[in-house]
């Protein structure tokens, strides 16, 4: 069942390690099926060591419909998150540490820069702590994600959404992208020049063009 997109997941889930997103087990990768299904990746295994077989197959109310590991302990939350948006067809969950350390001193990662209006559709919020694998995290995200693809978790890490797995990968590499140039501008000045809203909203429309046309 799934099994293309189980390889696509698994794929997706090394380059979250190559890309210093997550580190051996961290975070987790799901992705809606269009008939209603979830993968998940299971919970502590190492994303280079992991095969298509891994990934459970499971519907909203968490029941197994196929695979013989143990789902990640966050499904009760990112369960959460696809009921309560119809929209999203991915979500990920990473670690990474640029993004979520400035989770830890600003309540915002203030949109200044193209690439964070690009991948993530403008400012990201940063939202309370909550435990991990908790329904919680999952209500958190949802309140603070907005019209945004990504929210920071307080002493946590990112959740990343998208219609596609490609969007929510895209939205967790250019978020963590874009936190290293704005930690590395506040080393020479804290205050910096923002985008404006009007020029967020060409930067996403642009993007929404960028690539290839799907054949």
């Known amino acids: 069942m799934f099994e293309k997109e189980k390889k696509e997941m698994v794929e997706a889930g090394k ?10 087990s961290g975070g987790n990768l799901s992705w809606r099926m ?23 197959v499971v519907d909203l109310d968490g029941n197994i419909l196929e695979g013989t590991r ?23 969950h990473t ?10 001193v600003e309540n915002e990662i203030v949109c200044n820069l193209t690439t964070l209006a690009n991948a993530t559709r403008g400012s990201v919020k940063v939202a309370p702590y909550t435990s991990a694998a908790s329904l919680e995290m999952g209500v958190a ?24 797995l490609k969007q929510a990968l ?11 140039t704005i930690t590395m501008a506040r080393s020479f000045k804290k ?14 429309e642009i993007f929404n063009r960028y690539g290839q046309d799907k054949k």
């Open 70 to 92: 143990k789902a990640s302990v966050d499904t009760v939350a990112l369960l959460y998150i696809y009921q309560k948006r119809r929209d999203v067809n991915a979500v990920i």
């Open 34 to 56: 269009p008939t209603g299904e979830i993968l998940i990746t299971p919970s502590g295994m190492i994303y280079e060591e992991m095969v298509p077989s891994d990934v459970l």
């Open 170 to 180: 895209y939205a967790c590499v250019y978020l963590e992208e874009a936190a290293k």
């Open 141 to 164: 995200a949802v309140d603070y994600l907005g019209d945004q693809l990504a929210v920071v978790l307080k002493h946590h890490g990112v959740i990343a959404i998208g219609d596609s």
């Open 95 to 104: 670690h990474q540490p640029y993004a979520t350390a400035i989770g830890l």
């Open 191 to 204: 205050e910096m020049a923002l985008l404006k809203q009007e020029e967020i909203d060409i930067a996403v």
């Open 15 to 24: 380059k979250l390690d190559r890309y210093g997103l997550i580190a051996l």
